[in-house]
Nanobody, 117 residues
Framework: QVQLVESGGGLVQPGGSLRLSCAASRNMFTYYDVAWYRQAPGNQREVVARLTSSGITNYADSVKGRFTISRDDAKNTVYLQMNSLKPEDTAVYYC???????????WGQGTQVTVSS
């Protein structure tokens, strides 16, 4: 069972940047597509960015041009670079891995991102 551990959240001012990391307990990119989700208080969890095992990315309209999802295969780690942050980006961010064949979902524990002056 692959385990996911997020890090990198925190408090940042509007216009600032953060990089989230999601470390997997073992290599998973061959069999899993990965994604970052977020959930703000009172809202449903929403997908922010996806990265398929073949390297295709897509983003929510609200973060296009500001966020970048990437991975480091040697480190079994997925990243979310977040630039030009806005107060509405405030949420708990979750790392997700979905098995390409079984569609089984794995989740990290979440990391809080707060954008405030």
């Amino acid at each position: 069972q692959v385990q996911l551990v997020e890090s990198g959240g925190g408090l940042v001012q509007p216009g600032g940047s953060l990089r989230l990391s999601c470390a997997a307990s073992r290599n998973m990119f061959t069999y899993y597509d990965v994604a970052w989700y977020r959930q703000a208080p009172g809202n449903q969890r929403e997908v922010v960015a996806r990265l398929t095992s073949s390297g295709i990315t897509n983003y929510a309209d609200s973060v296009k041009g500001r966020f970048t999802i990437s991975r480091d295969d040697a480190k079994n780690t997925v990243y979310l670079q977040m630039n030009s942050l806005k107060p509405e980006d405030t949420a708990v961010y979750y790392c997700n891995a979905r098995h390409r064949i079984t569609s089984k979902d794995l989740w990290g524990q979440g990391t809080q991102v707060t954008v405030s002056s």
